[in-house]
C-alpha cells in the first residue's frame, strides 16, 4: 500500500483500565454514501511524535480494535504496496492531567469512650476530616474516517477514559474492544446483530 501522509499533528496516548468510558461520534458529510467504499488503510504514525509512555506495540493494539469494528461492517484493509485505500483512518489522541479531591470525615463524642457528655441540652462532638488528592491521566481516543480521494473528512468518533494499566497483557484487549464498541455505536455501517443462541 503506498504510504498515506498524515493529514494532522496528533500526539498518541493510552488511556484506562477503568471499565468507564465517554463515546461520542458524528457524521461530518451528511451526504456521504458509505456504501461505496469498501477499503481501508491506517495514516502513518510518526514514532517521534509519541509521549514517552506510549510505543508503537501501544498503537498496534489500537489499530487492532479500531480495525476489529471496521471489517465487522465489511470493510477490508489494502495490504498490497501497489494499492491505494477508499478511506484513510487517521488516530488522534489526547492526554491531560487531572485531579481528584475525596475527603472522609470522622464524627466522635467530645469526652472519648462510651460517655456523652451535655451541656444546656446539647450534645458536643468534634470531627477531624482528611482530604486526599488523587492525580490520574485522562486519555482521549480520536478516529477520523477519510475519503482519500476527495481528501475531506466523513466521520469523527471519540472516546475518552482515565490512562492506568490498559495494556496490561491480559486486560488491553478487552478494554480496547469495549472502547471502540462504544465509539463505533453509531458509525453509518452498522455491524452485523450477533448470532442468536
Not at 509521549?51 to 498496534?60: F, G
Not at 470493510?75 to 492526554?95: C, F, H, R, W
Request: one cysteine or more.
Amino acid at each position: 500500500m503506498k504510504k498515506i501522509l498524515s493529514l494532522s499533528l496528533v500526539a498518541l496516548l493510552l488511556w484506562a483500565c477503568g471499565t468507564t468510558y465517554e463515546a461520542s461520534s458524528f457524521l461530518v458529510d451528511k451526504t456521504a454514501d458509505f456504501t461505496h467504499y469498501k477499503t481501508y488503510g491506517f495514516v502513518a504514525i510518526d514514532q517521534t511524535k509519541l509521549p514517552p509512555q506510549v510505543t508503537m506495540a501501544h498503537v498496534e493494539l489500537i489499530r487492532q480494535a479500531v480495525a476489529t469494528e471496521l471489517e465487522l461492517r465489511g470493510l477490508q484493509t489494502v495490504t498490497a504496496d501497489t494499492l491505494q485505500p477508499d478511506l484513510a483512518i487517521n488516530l488522534g489522541m489526547y492526554i491531560q492531567n487531572k485531579y481528584e479531591a475525596n475527603a472522609t470525615t470522622n464524627a466522635y463524642p467530645m469526652g472519648g469512650g462510651p460517655y456523652r457528655y451535655y451541656w444546656s441540652g446539647m450534645n458536643y462532638w468534634t470531627a477531624d476530616t482528611q482530604v486526599d488528592v488523587e492525580t490520574y491521566k485522562e486519555g482521549t481516543l480520536m478516529v477520523d474516517v477519510i475519503d482519500l480521494a476527495a481528501k475531506k473528512i466523513l466521520w469523527h468518533g471519540s472516546v475518552t477514559g482515565v490512562m492506568e494499566d490498559v495494556f496490561k497483557e491480559n486486560t488491553a484487549q478487552a478494554n480496547l474492544k469495549k472502547a471502540c464498541d462504544m465509539m463505533f455505536a453509531n458509525f453509518p455501517i452498522p455491524a452485523p446483530a450477533p448470532e442468536k443462541k
